[in-house]
């Protein structure tokens, strides 16, 4: 079974510039969700999908992020403009559905905005 | 609101030594709990989890976790440390009407010398 794909795998922008990243879930699974997760903290979520509509996007920073998930397969991340405060990882994680199941992590976009 | 707290941001065991990661949570209603470990630019990886039932919860790799509700605690144990468990160790909770998002706490990094 394919895990949870991301690209790119690496990213460095100068402020103020855009960035989109790509996420790829496990086949069949329903629920995905964007992390970020900034150097020496625990991943923090930004944005949860159910199929193609949001569960929750409480601590998504809207001005400059969005993402969609337009056929409730994969999903693009964007940061228009980032910030230096920006720089972190973002982590996108799949499951079969809502509850406590077990989240499936891709190996994250390391994004450095100089 | 559901928070985590993990004691100690690094912890240092000799290879053969007791592993005890410390993780406390702040949850109004019964939480459901994670363990996951995410090595060096990689995705995390679930190592165990308490939704109910048992509290003694087995995991992967040798670990185990115990579910103390009158501690709210979630500790993290192996009873025998290996170079290979070296890595970043993140406690996690996740609320039953919160459509399954995790809260993670700060993350400990485990160290093994030989």
């Known amino acids: 079974e394919a895990g949870v794909a991301q690209s790119p795998r690496y990213k460095i922008i100068e402020k103020r510039q855009s960035v989109a990243f790509w996420c790829n879930p496990i086949?069949?699974?329903?629920?995905l969700y964007w992390y970020q997760q900034i150097l020496g903290q625990g991943p923090k979520l930004l944005i949860q999908?159910?199929?193609?509509?949001?569960?929750?996007d409480s601590q998504l920073p809207k001005d400059r992020f969005s993402a969609e998930r337009l056929k409730g397969v994969d999903s693009t991340l964007k940061i228009q403009p980032a910030k230096l405060e920006d720089s972190a990882v973002y982590l996108c994680?799949?499951?079969?559905?809502?509850?406590?199941?077990?989240?499936?992590f891709g190996p994250g976009t390391r994004l450095t905005v100089t | 609101a559901q928070s985590v707290t993990q004691l100690g941001s690094h912890v240092s065991v000799s290879e053969g030594a007791l592993v005890l990661l410390r993780c406390n949570y702040s949850?109004?209603?019964?939480?459901?709990l994670f363990w996951y470990v995410q090595y060096p630019n990689q995705g995390l990886q679930l190592l165990l989890k308490y939704t109910t039932g048992a509290t003694l919860v087995k995991g992967i790799n040798g670990f185990e976790a115990e579910f103390k509700k009158s501690e709210t605690s979630f500790h993290l144990t192996k009873p025998s440390a290996h170079m290979s468990d070296a890595a970043e160790y993140f406690c996690?909770?996740?609320?039953?009407?919160?459509?399954?998002?995790?809260?993670f706490g700060q993350g400990t990094e485990l160290s093994v010398k030989p």
């Open positions: 996690a909770v996740s609320i039953d009407n919160q459509g399954g998002k995790l809260i």
């Open positions: 999908f159910q199929n193609n509509g949001v569960v929750d």
């Open positions: 949850s109004s209603v019964p939480p459901y």
């Open positions: 086949s069949g699974h329903a629920t």
């Open positions: 994680a799949s499951s079969p559905g809502l509850g406590p199941y077990e989240q499936y």
